[in-house]
């Protein structure tokens, strides 16, 4: 399978802790890194692999895995988390890259 | 700081070409690998194509290969995109994006800031 389902939209109150889903077959052999954009800019990784930030990206966001979905969780969500989230990973030949659908996060 | 800025973008007619380039600072281009990355406005994001650190392997994704050809330049830390009988659905923002490998891994770590591509008549 080439393709990687993300829910379109969720909300979360601030401080509460938000999980984004990821679903797809090649996520069986492969991690899922995960972008964040907020509008009008260009996307900014914020995990990658099983569950690794890079420098600068606080500790409130987390990565997770389990058969074929992954998961994305901001614990203590901030308002400045609120962003379009999208999941990309490679596809089942591993010759590719995909990107999911893309999460909107509101934070309320 | 890592920097990376596309060039290229701009009007173009159904069915002719262009050629995106993409110049690289702030970190040893030829340690990694680079992608092309395109999102319509207010859509998502879509994965083009990927090269590995010395060109040795190139990925695209179905729906621009046999159309579209990445290339890169060490020497001059640059990244490339030809673009051929170019569509209206090819009408989009096109990122120059670094990854965290060698290889074509995915890991898309850091980005430009896009240039245009606008196709119409």
């Known amino acids: 399978s080439s393709e990687l389902t993300q829910d379109p939209a969720v909300s979360v109150a601030l401080g509460q802790t938000v999980r984004i889903t990821c679903q797809g077959d090649s996520l069986r052999r492969y991690y899922a890194n995960w972008c964040q954009q907020k509008p009008g800019q260009a996307p900014v990784l914020v995990i990658f692999?099983?569950?690794n930030r890079p420098s600068g990206i606080p500790d409130r966001f987390s990565g997770s895995s389990s058969g074929n979905t992954a998961s994305l969780t901001i614990t203590g969500a901030q308002a400045e988390d609120e962003a379009d989230y999208y999941c990309?990973?490679?596809?089942?030949?591993?010759?590719?890259?995909?990107f999911g659908g893309g999460t909107k996060v509101t934070v309320l | 700081e890592v920097q990376l800025v596309e060039s290229g973008g701009g009007l173009v007619q159904p069915g002719r070409s262009l050629r995106l380039s993409c110049t690289a600072s702030g970190f040893t281009f030829d340690d990694y690998a680079v992608h092309w990355v395109r999102q319509v406005p207010g859509k998502g994001l879509e994965w083009v194509s990927g090269?590995?650190?010395?060109?040795?392997?190139?990925a695209y994704a179905d729906s621009v290969r046999g159309r579209f050809t990445i290339s890169r330049d060490n020497a001059k830390n640059s990244l490339y995109l030809q673009m051929n009988s170019l569509r209206a659905e090819d009408t989009a923002l096109y990122y120059c994006?670094?990854?965290?490998?060698?290889?074509?891994?995915?890991?898309?770590?850091?980005w430009g800031q896009g240039t245009l591509v606008t196709v119409s008549s």
């Open positions: 090269i590995s650190w010395n060109g040795g392997t190139i």
């Open positions: 994006v670094k990854d965290r490998m060698i290889a074509v891994a995915g890991v898309l770590e850091d």
């Open positions: 692999g099983k569950d």
């Open positions: 990309t990973s490679r596809d089942s030949s591993g010759n590719l890259v995909i």
